[in-house]
Protein backbone atom coordinates (compact mmCIF):
# COMPACT_ATOMS: atom_id res chain seq x y z
CA UNK A 1 0.00 0.00 0.00
CA UNK A 2 1.40 3.23 -1.07
CA UNK A 3 -0.45 6.98 0.15
CA UNK A 4 -0.55 10.20 -2.17
CA UNK A 5 1.15 13.07 -1.09
CA UNK A 6 -2.14 14.72 -0.29
CA UNK A 7 -3.39 11.55 1.68
CA UNK A 8 -0.14 11.60 3.15
CA UNK A 9 0.00 15.22 4.27
CA UNK A 10 -3.56 14.81 5.80
CA UNK A 11 -2.55 12.11 8.33
CA UNK A 12 0.28 13.56 9.22
CA UNK A 13 -1.42 17.19 10.05
CA UNK A 14 -4.60 15.05 11.70
CA UNK A 15 -1.60 12.92 13.85
CA UNK A 16 0.60 15.85 14.70
CA UNK A 17 -2.85 18.06 15.66
CA UNK A 18 -3.66 15.86 18.25
CA UNK A 19 -0.13 15.08 19.77
CA UNK A 20 -0.26 19.16 19.87
CA UNK A 21 -4.18 19.55 20.97
CA UNK A 22 -3.87 16.46 23.75
CA UNK A 23 -0.63 18.03 25.37
CA UNK A 24 -2.92 21.35 25.66
CA UNK A 25 -4.95 19.43 27.25
CA UNK A 26 -3.11 18.08 29.50
CA UNK A 27 -1.55 22.06 30.85
CA UNK A 28 -5.54 22.35 31.65
CA UNK A 29 -6.89 19.21 33.42
CA UNK A 30 -6.14 18.83 36.68
CA UNK A 31 -7.56 15.41 37.58
CA UNK A 32 -4.94 12.40 36.33
CA UNK A 33 -7.27 9.47 35.02
CA UNK A 34 -8.49 11.96 32.06
CA UNK A 35 -4.90 12.58 31.98
CA UNK A 36 -3.98 9.19 31.11
CA UNK A 37 -6.41 8.99 28.34
CA UNK A 38 -5.01 11.92 26.69
CA UNK A 39 -1.83 9.97 27.26
CA UNK A 40 -2.84 6.92 25.36
CA UNK A 41 -4.26 9.28 22.54
CA UNK A 42 -0.93 10.92 22.20
CA UNK A 43 0.09 6.83 21.85
CA UNK A 44 -2.33 6.49 18.92
CA UNK A 45 -1.92 9.47 17.25
CA UNK A 46 2.51 9.04 17.10
CA UNK A 47 1.97 5.50 16.08
CA UNK A 48 -0.49 7.22 13.08
CA UNK A 49 2.01 9.23 12.53
CA UNK A 50 5.10 6.65 12.12
CA UNK A 51 2.90 4.46 9.80
CA UNK A 52 1.88 7.29 7.79
CA UNK A 53 5.64 8.19 6.99
CA UNK A 54 6.51 4.16 6.75
CA UNK A 55 3.83 3.90 3.88
CA UNK A 56 5.11 6.94 2.30
CA UNK A 57 8.58 6.02 2.31
CA UNK A 58 7.86 2.20 1.49
CA UNK A 59 9.49 1.00 4.48
CA UNK A 60 7.91 -1.89 6.21
CA UNK A 61 10.03 -1.69 8.90
CA UNK A 62 8.63 2.09 10.15
CA UNK A 63 5.23 -0.13 9.91
CA UNK A 64 6.47 -2.60 12.40
CA UNK A 65 7.72 0.44 14.60
CA UNK A 66 4.32 1.97 14.49
CA UNK A 67 3.05 -1.62 15.58
CA UNK A 68 5.49 -1.09 18.79
CA UNK A 69 4.20 2.59 19.65
CA UNK A 70 1.16 1.51 19.47
CA UNK A 71 1.41 -1.24 22.00
CA UNK A 72 3.80 0.35 24.22
CA UNK A 73 2.39 4.15 24.40
CA UNK A 74 -0.56 3.97 23.96
CA UNK A 75 -1.64 0.72 25.97
CA UNK A 76 1.02 -0.37 28.10
CA UNK A 77 2.38 3.00 29.58
CA UNK A 78 -1.13 4.10 30.53
CA UNK A 79 -2.15 0.93 31.95
CA UNK A 80 1.33 1.29 34.44
CA UNK A 81 0.42 5.33 34.96
CA UNK A 82 -3.31 3.94 36.26
CA UNK A 83 -1.91 1.03 38.34
CA UNK A 84 0.61 4.22 39.97
CA UNK A 85 -3.02 6.50 40.40
CA UNK A 86 -4.55 3.87 42.21
CA UNK A 87 -1.93 3.16 44.52
CA UNK A 88 -0.71 6.80 44.94
CA UNK A 89 -3.84 8.31 46.65
CA UNK A 90 -6.09 11.44 45.30
CA UNK A 91 -5.62 11.73 41.32
CA UNK A 92 -5.92 15.09 41.19
CA UNK A 93 -3.03 17.75 40.70
CA UNK A 94 -4.32 20.50 43.43
CA UNK A 95 -1.15 22.05 43.76
CA UNK A 96 0.45 23.43 40.36
CA UNK A 97 2.40 26.32 40.11
CA UNK A 98 0.53 27.44 37.24
CA UNK A 99 -3.23 27.75 37.18
CA UNK A 100 -5.06 26.93 34.39
CA UNK A 101 -4.84 30.39 32.80
CA UNK A 102 -1.54 30.54 33.29
CA UNK A 103 -0.89 27.91 31.96
CA UNK A 104 -2.73 27.88 28.52
CA UNK A 105 -0.99 31.48 27.93
CA UNK A 106 2.36 29.62 28.76
CA UNK A 107 1.10 27.35 25.91
CA UNK A 108 0.43 29.51 23.68
CA UNK A 109 3.93 31.71 23.97
CA UNK A 110 5.85 28.28 23.70
CA UNK A 111 4.04 27.44 20.98
CA UNK A 112 5.18 30.55 18.98
CA UNK A 113 8.14 30.01 20.16
CA UNK A 114 8.70 26.66 18.55
CA UNK A 115 7.61 27.48 15.40
CA UNK A 116 9.79 30.52 14.87
CA UNK A 117 12.94 28.28 16.25
CA UNK A 118 12.13 25.88 13.76
CA UNK A 119 12.14 27.54 10.66
CA UNK A 120 15.79 27.46 9.50
CA UNK A 121 14.84 23.20 10.57
CA UNK A 122 12.16 23.06 8.03
CA UNK A 123 13.00 25.12 5.39
CA UNK A 124 16.35 22.75 5.23
CA UNK A 125 13.52 19.54 5.02
CA UNK A 126 10.99 21.10 2.87
CA UNK A 127 12.14 19.45 -0.06
CA UNK A 128 13.20 16.31 0.30
CA UNK A 129 11.15 15.35 3.52
CA UNK A 130 7.39 16.28 1.81
CA UNK A 131 4.56 16.30 4.04
CA UNK A 132 6.40 15.92 6.82
CA UNK A 133 8.74 18.79 6.99
CA UNK A 134 5.42 21.25 7.80
CA UNK A 135 4.57 19.27 11.27
CA UNK A 136 8.73 19.50 12.54
CA UNK A 137 7.22 22.97 14.70
CA UNK A 138 4.57 20.74 16.62
CA UNK A 139 6.75 18.37 17.54
CA UNK A 140 9.24 21.23 19.23
CA UNK A 141 6.49 22.51 20.64
CA UNK A 142 5.27 19.18 22.70
CA UNK A 143 8.64 19.01 24.04
CA UNK A 144 8.12 22.25 25.33
CA UNK A 145 4.78 21.71 26.82
CA UNK A 146 6.54 18.63 28.39
CA UNK A 147 9.25 20.74 30.03
CA UNK A 148 6.23 22.80 31.13
CA UNK A 149 4.46 19.81 32.86
CA UNK A 150 7.60 18.86 34.68
CA UNK A 151 8.62 22.38 36.30
CA UNK A 152 4.71 23.10 37.04
CA UNK A 153 3.37 20.24 38.45
CA UNK A 154 4.44 19.01 42.02
CA UNK A 155 2.99 15.63 42.31
CA UNK A 156 5.21 12.64 41.36
CA UNK A 157 3.11 10.89 38.90
CA UNK A 158 1.59 14.81 37.10
CA UNK A 159 5.95 14.81 36.59
CA UNK A 160 5.83 11.35 34.94
CA UNK A 161 2.89 12.43 33.02
CA UNK A 162 4.76 15.19 31.51
CA UNK A 163 8.14 13.13 30.77
CA UNK A 164 5.71 11.01 28.48
CA UNK A 165 4.65 14.16 26.55
CA UNK A 166 8.39 15.08 26.79
CA UNK A 167 9.87 11.62 25.21
CA UNK A 168 6.85 11.94 22.68
CA UNK A 169 7.65 15.32 21.57
CA UNK A 170 11.13 14.05 20.91
CA UNK A 171 10.11 10.96 19.15
CA UNK A 172 8.00 13.03 16.69
CA UNK A 173 10.73 15.50 15.89
CA UNK A 174 13.07 12.10 14.90
CA UNK A 175 10.64 10.51 12.79
CA UNK A 176 9.77 14.12 11.07
CA UNK A 177 13.24 14.74 10.62
CA UNK A 178 15.54 11.45 10.51
CA UNK A 179 13.33 9.65 8.14
CA UNK A 180 12.01 7.19 10.55
CA UNK A 181 13.81 5.75 13.80
CA UNK A 182 15.56 2.10 13.50
CA UNK A 183 13.16 -0.78 14.61
CA UNK A 184 16.04 -1.92 17.57
CA UNK A 185 16.41 1.86 18.23
CA UNK A 186 12.63 2.11 18.89
CA UNK A 187 12.15 -1.19 21.03
CA UNK A 188 14.82 0.06 23.47
CA UNK A 189 14.14 3.69 23.73
CA UNK A 190 10.41 2.43 24.28
CA UNK A 191 11.20 0.02 27.00
CA UNK A 192 13.63 2.59 28.27
CA UNK A 193 10.62 4.74 28.85
CA UNK A 194 8.35 1.96 30.08
CA UNK A 195 10.84 0.92 32.85
CA UNK A 196 11.63 4.35 33.70
CA UNK A 197 7.52 4.98 33.79
CA UNK A 198 7.03 1.73 35.87
CA UNK A 199 9.86 2.67 38.57
CA UNK A 200 8.58 6.34 39.31
CA UNK A 201 5.02 4.86 39.48
CA UNK A 202 6.25 2.49 42.17
CA UNK A 203 8.01 5.36 43.70
CA UNK A 204 5.59 7.98 43.63
CA UNK A 205 3.46 4.69 45.87
CA UNK A 206 5.71 4.08 48.15
CA UNK A 207 6.35 7.78 48.98
CA UNK A 208 2.59 8.00 49.22
CA UNK A 209 2.54 4.93 51.98
CA UNK A 210 6.10 6.60 53.90
CA UNK A 211 4.46 10.47 53.73
CA UNK A 212 0.54 10.24 52.86
CA UNK A 213 -0.22 11.94 50.51
CA UNK A 214 1.61 14.86 49.37
CA UNK A 215 3.55 17.12 47.16
CA UNK A 216 6.96 16.70 45.93
CA UNK A 217 8.03 20.11 47.09
CA UNK A 218 6.75 19.19 50.99
CA UNK A 219 9.12 16.15 51.29
CA UNK A 220 11.98 18.84 52.13
CA UNK A 221 10.56 18.79 55.26
CA UNK A 222 11.17 15.31 55.58
CA UNK A 223 14.49 14.64 58.27
CA UNK A 224 16.12 11.77 59.27
Request: net charge positive.
Amino acid sequence: MHLTTGAATQLVALSTGALLVSAVLLVWRRSLRPAVRLIAAQGVALAVLVATLGLVEGAAELVVVAVVVLALKAVVVPLVLDRGIAAGGPDREDQARLNPTAGLVSVALLTTLAYLVSKPITTALDAPAGPAAFAVPVGIAVVLIGFLLLISRRRALSQVIGFVVLDNGIATIAFLTAGGVPLLVELGTSFELLLIVMILAVLSGRMRTAAGPRALDSMTELRD
